[in-house]
């Protein structure tokens, strides 16, 4: 019969004996993770050794792989390179948070054009702050790469922007961007892009950028990204500073991101068409914190939240051809008069505007320091519909233009609650009438106001 000292003699013997055998099956584990078609980078990795020789071998795994089509992994370390131009089929993995990138300095890290497929994941790279030469806009270049792959990738301290895509497609996703000089995220004349999912933050002249060099289709998705602390280092009014920003760029979707602390807006769409703003947090904008301006035509704006701000949501810029919005279901609260810049025209302090063509329709506003719905500016006014709207706490809740020239606009259907002067014409920033909601508005031929209510 087995003794109680046996059986503990035998349990022990069996523990060591697994312990043993623990390193033989990570051993035959990693050697099938090989089987399955990766390659090791070999690289050595010697904190303060010089990087020349990891370039060079760098560069042959990398052709070596591409040639194969078999991904590159960097086990975990630091790796010091510059100058490293990707390969077409290029698949580098390393382990989130443990794989490191640093740039030496030579005046550009990683660069790709005219490839078919890039691929990045699990690497953390940052450029240390250093020089990068003129044609390159950032720690990432890639020029006319038919598919970009990054995810789970981190990018710091770059000197210009932190990802520079032009001419290019793919999915940047699960990224944390920070400490760009200039914009976090960079992209120009785009093809099939989606942002997804990233943390862009800190970065010195913007967040995520969609751009193009002439007015014309763009089709970016721009989804579920976190921006935040977004500054203006080089100064103007709007050019700088915001956390995501359209230019010329058509039919692309921002939605469901959440976007505080920029210097200007929140969201910006200058000269874009077809833009769908929906379903975002906009907190603590420095300027207008949703803005879609100048040469646009169909943007729909709606479901989004604006928290703290200069003024809330404008649709404006009819004189530059701006036109055509449905403004809907969104909640502005806090508009303050205090902008970054000194007021011009209408200045700051309110909640929703729009000049040409455009619904307003169903939205929320609560406290604005100056308007809380301003339709037109100027002669700057035409087809301007304000239907079944809440405004309260604000010295006019909304302010329509009747300055010579201005087209029609419809109020009708919307409540209004500690707003000392409920509807009322104006000409530019002077007010032309008394309280409409009252009666009046058949003085002015352009406005049809009915059916309002103060409470």
């Not at 892009?193 to 943390?199: F, G």
């Not at 807006?265 to 904008?285: E, Q």
Request: glycine residues 16%.
């Amino acid at each position: 019969m087995p003794t109680r000292r046996a059986f503990l003699r035998t349990a022990l013997a069996g523990a060591v004996s697994g312990l043993a055998l623990a390193p033989a099956r990570a051993e035959g584990l990693f050697r099938e993770a090989g089987l399955r078609g990766s390659i090791d980078a070999g690289l050595p990795v010697e904190p303060g050794g010089r990087p020349e020789g990891q370039v060079r071998r760098f560069l042959r795994v990398l052709a070596d792989a591409a040639a194969r089509g078999k991904p590159v992994f960097l086990p975990p370390g630091t790796y010091r390179l510059s100058g490293i131009e990707l390969p077409d089929n290029t698949d580098l993995v390393g382990v989130p948070g443990r794989t490191r990138i640093e740039y030496t300095g030579d005046g550009r890290l990683f660069h790709a054009a005219g490839a078919r497929r890039i691929r990045l994941s699990g690497i953390e790279i940052d450029g240390m702050n250093r020089w990068l030469q003129e044609d390159v806009g950032g720690l990432l270049h890639f020029s006319a790469v038919e598919r970009v792959e990054m995810e789970d990738c981190a990018l710091f301290g770059s000197a210009r922007n932190g990802l520079h895509l032009e001419g290019s497609g793919g999915e940047i996703r699960a990224c944390h961007i920070s400490g760009a000089a200039e914009a976090g995220l960079y992209a120009v004349e785009s093809r099939g892009l989606a942002i997804r999912d990233n943390r862009v933050e800190g970065c010195g002249n913007g967040g995520i950028l969609v751009h193009r060099y002439q007015p014309g289709e763009d089709g970016t998705l721009i989804s579920g990204n976190r921006v935040s602390r977004i500054l203006a280092r080089s100064g103007g009014t709007g050019q700088y500073g915001n956390g995501i920003n359209l230019f010329r760029a058509g039919n692309v979707t921002i939605s469901d991101n959440h976007v505080e602390d920029c210097a200007f807006s929140a969201i910006r769409a200058n000269s874009a068409s077809g833009v769908s703003i929906t379903g975002n947090r906009c907190l603590r904008s420095g300027e207008t914190a949703i803005y879609s301006e100048f040469a646009f035509e169909g943007a729909v704006i709606s479901a989004n939240t604006v928290h703290g701000a200069a003024n809330g949501i404008s649709v404006v810029n009819f004189n530059e051809g701006g036109r055509l919005a449905s403004i809907t279901g969104n909640v502005v609260r806090d508009i303050t008069a205090r902008g970054p810049y000194p007021a011009t025209d209408g200045g700051f302090g309110t909640a929703i505007s729009a000049e040409a063509d455009s619904v307003l329709s169903g939205n929320a506003v609560d406290g604005a320091a100056k308007w809380g719905l301003l339709l037109g500016w100027g002669p700057y006014l035409r087809n301007v519909v304000a239907s079944g709207n809440m405004v309260r706490n604000a010295p006019v809740g909304c302010a329509v233009s009747v300055a010579e020239g201005a087209g029609g606009a419809l109020v009708t259907g919307n409540g209004f609650s500690d707003t000392p002067v409920a509807i009322a014409g104006f000409r530019w920033n002077e007010q032309a009438s008394g309280d409409l909601i009252a009666g009046g508005a058949e003085a002015f031929a352009n406005l049809t106001v009915e059916r309002n209510r103060i409470s």
